[in-house]
């Protein structure tokens, strides 16, 4: 039983922060890169953000380069987006997930297990 659960979304303005967490259990979380996505309604699921199994590398889509920060807590088995400097746009479901095969990759194809998400809404 593999399980991601997300926390942390909500409501914010515009140019405001939002700290997800991304906790994991049923796995060794350890041999996993995560990695963060989300969607917008009508819109089709886009790569947020990924990070290597300890860590040591990131990866970010261009648009939120700078803003947000992808981090790891291998002792808690958990993932974090912090989001700053929040936009309209980037207003989604966020949701993680993780992968043991090929390490941190910005394809959502490569990645075996998702957790359900969590809503992020920017207000102008």
């Known amino acids: 039983q593999v399980q991601l659960v997300e926390s942390g979304g909500g409501l914010v303005q515009a140019g405001g922060s939002l700290r997800l967490s991304c906790a994991a259990s049923?796995?060794?979380?350890?041999?996993?890169?995560m990695a963060w996505f989300r969607q917008a309604p009508g819109k089709e699921r886009e790569f947020v953000a990924a990070?290597?199994?300890?860590?040591?590398?990131?990866y970010y889509a261009y648009s939120v380069k700078g803003r947000f920060t992808i981090s790891r807590d291998n002792a808690k088995n958990t993932v974090y987006l912090q989001m700053n400097s929040l936009k309209p746009e980037d207003t989604a479901v966020y949701a993680c997930?993780?992968?043991?095969?090929?390490?941190?990759?910005?394809?959502?194809?490569?990645?075996?297990?998702w957790g359900k998400g969590t809503q992020v809404t920017v207000s102008s």
């Open positions: 990070v290597t199994r300890s860590g040591g590398f990131t």
């Open positions: 997930a993780a992968d043991k095969f090929e390490g941190a990759s910005t394809n959502e194809n490569v990645y075996e297990h």
């Open positions: 049923g796995l060794t979380f350890s041999s996993y890169a």
